[in-house]
């Protein structure tokens, strides 16, 4: 006995962690920006050891559209932010992970976006992760291909998410009144039943005192 609980503790505990674990999701960044706009160039990058302690850099690179080659454009570690382009010079602030060395999330907002932002961005998660006797290095890369507009448009998947949020909102209600009818017509047919139980019940004790009627009658004559 003793044992089976110490499985299904083990069992328990085991999925706690799993989901705090899972609490890191790599989501991909929209990819357009409207002009004269803030916006944010997300890049997620989750560590898959959450036990083991580590640290890491982000850089971020950026490709105008048509160039051919990549320039360095911000850089976050343990000292903090630093920006490498005077073209996103005090338009750059760091959106990502806080207070924390262990960077999961290494998003950047970009301030009074403009039509020269628009162009290929990449990240780069530079992580060492802390084992007992050695250091494990890694690096991740990210891509996002922005494009920036004048005026803000609705893209497919907005139209589709709001379509699909109508549709189910029609079908619920339908739902909602199909189990409406069927909750009525089971109460009423219940209504019935007991009406019919009752009558059948008067009737009985009509018929048997007529019936001990009758036999006293007949046993006075």
Not at 88 to 108: A, E, L, P, Y
Not at 123 to 141: D, G, M, P, Q
Not at 151 to 176: D, H, N, P
Not at 209 to 217: P, Q
Request: hydrophobic fraction near 40%; charged fraction near 20%.
């Amino acid at each position: 006995m003793a044992e089976s609980h110490l499985l299904l503790l083990s069992l328990l505990c085991s999925l706690f962690v799993s989901q705090c674990h899972g609490a890191c999701a790599e989501v991909d960044s929209d990819t357009e920006a409207v002009a004269g706009k803030g916006f944010k160039l997300g890049c997620i990058s989750c560590k898959r050891r959450s036990e083991v302690d580590g640290s890491a850099t982000v850089e971020w690179y950026f490709r105008p559209k048509g160039d051919a080659d990549f320039v360095h454009i911000y850089t976050y570690n343990e000292d903090g932010p630093s920006i490498q382009n005077e073209h996103f010079m005090d338009r750059v602030d760091w959106n990502g992970s806080k207070r924390s060395n262990d960077i999961q999330d290494g998003s950047i907002y970009v301030l009074n976006v403009t039509l020269n932002d628009t162009g290929t961005y990449r990240c780069y998660f530079h992580r060492i992760l802390f084992y007992a006797n050695y250091e494990y290095n890694t690096i991740v890369s990210k891509v996002v291909h922005l494009n920036v507009v004048r005026k803000a448009t609705r893209g497919t998947a907005s139209i589709v998410s709001e379509v699909m949020m109508y549709v189910s909102i029609i079908g619920l209600q339908v739902w909602l009144l199909i189990e409406m009818i069927y909750c009525y017509r089971k109460i009423s047919a219940a209504g019935e039943e007991a009406l019919r139980e009752a009558a059948n019940a008067e009737y009985l004790a009509i018929a048997s005192e007529s019936k001990d009627n009758c036999a006293g009658v007949q046993v006075g004559e």
